[in-house]
């Protein structure tokens, strides 16, 4: 339950993802909604990938350290360049800045780093720019 939420208030904060950098239908959440990748333009790609949790203390039953991160990869068919995926990269980091917070279900989840995008990877002709968003909740 506590992957569950930690995913539902990431996703939550990027369903809030200004309308007018990118629609909504142009961002893919894995496993959520029905996505068909465009044949052209700007699209996201979300997947979260969650690390064991760690206990904090000592104790049975103990308060856990839930970490992973959550990967916005901003995409393109060949053909569009680069600057435009790095500009909604840039706008993706800027929407979670590192310090925010985010709760779903009672689990508040907060970015412990300032996101940054990685590098430009080509397959099958589509341009990838993975931004990696890495977050922790204490529950």
């Known amino acids: 339950m506590s992957n569950a939420a930690i ?23 894995q496993g959520w909604k029905d996505f068909t990748r465009p044949k052209d333009g700007l699209w996201i790609e979300v997947a979260h990938f969650p690390s064991e ?35 909604l990269a840039d706008a993706v980091a800027t929407h979670f800045p590192e310090g925010q917070r985010m709760t779903d ?22 341009l990838m720019l993975p931004v990696p968003i890495r977050y922790e909740a204490i529950i």
């Open 7 to 29: 995913r539902a208030a990431l996703n939550a904060r990027m369903e809030a993802f200004p309308a007018g950098t990118l629609a909504q239908d142009r961002i893919s959440y």
């Open 53 to 87: 949790p760690r206990r904090e203390f000592f104790a049975d039953g103990a308060t856990r350290r839930y970490a992973g991160y959550m990967q916005a990869t901003v995409c393109t068919r060949r053909g569009l360049g680069t600057k435009a995926i790095d500009t």
């Open 105 to 126: 279900s009672g689990v508040t989840v907060r970015v412990i780093a300032k996101p940054a995008p990685l590098t430009v990877v080509e397959d099958d002709g589509i």
